[in-house]
């Protein structure tokens, strides 16, 4: 510090340089800074994070429970990923319930399923070979109640997240997903869902 001092001032204690030219200078030198900083940041960004949308798609099996006579069900679930290099995505989703987990309900009462058809935002980071995500969706639910007594569709909200690990450069396994819905406009009064999924997920470019 005392260096830079003696740098701007003369022997007679006068400033050797004009105060606005030593104020500019010090400004262009942390621009520069700045600048240096960010070329940095740029070479270092993790090779997942390079590129433009990234569009992916996939398929799981579910497992959920399902408020309406406390029913648990098993299906399948198909989706669509698409994600920028800044972490923020959209996800479609298709989900089918229709296979009851207790032995116990067969026949009529079994016809009690729930099919969803959902959309959403997604915000996802990488971790080496971990991808977690959050996501919120919203969409329209069709509920079939037990003895095909009727059918209904509601809207239907739903947040959740999970985890995608990288097994090749194309194919990731969706480790765990993890969603709960909610049926605000349900006849007998608001029905929530929740349930777990896992399966793949496929890159397509």
Excluded at 53 to 69: C, E, P, Q, V
Excluded at 110 to 135: C, I
């Amino acid at each position: 510090m005392k260096s830079f001092v003696r740098l701007i001032q003369a022997r007679d204690g006068k400033p050797m340089l004009p105060p606005c030219r030593t104020v500019w200078g010090a400004v262009v030198l942390l621009l520069v800074c700045l600048g240096l900083n960010s070329v940095a940041r740029t070479q270092a960004v993790p090779t997942a994070d390079e590129g433009g949308l990234k569009l992916s798609a996939g398929g799981t099996a579910s497992g959920y429970y399902l408020g309406y006579g406390q029913v648990k069900v098993m299906g399948g679930t198909a989706f669509f990923d698409a994600d920028n290099m800044h972490h923020y995505g959209v996800e479609l989703e298709a989900r089918w319930l229709m296979l009851h987990m207790k032995s116990e309900q067969t026949g009529p009462a079994a016809d009690e399923h729930a099919n969803t058809y959902l959309a959403g935002l997604r915000y996802s980071r990488f971790y080496g070979r971990f991808q977690p995500y959050v996501k919120g969706l919203a969409g329209i639910g069709q509920f079939n109640y037990p003895y095909n007594f009727a059918k209904e569709t509601d809207l239907v909200a739903a947040a959740g997240g999970g985890v995608d690990y990288r097994l090749s450069r194309k194919l990731r396994w969706r480790a765990v997903d993890f969603e709960y819905q909610l049926w605000p406009q349900f006849t007998y009064g608001k029905m929530s869902s929740y349930g777990l999924s896992t399966g793949l997920r496929y890159i397509i470019r």
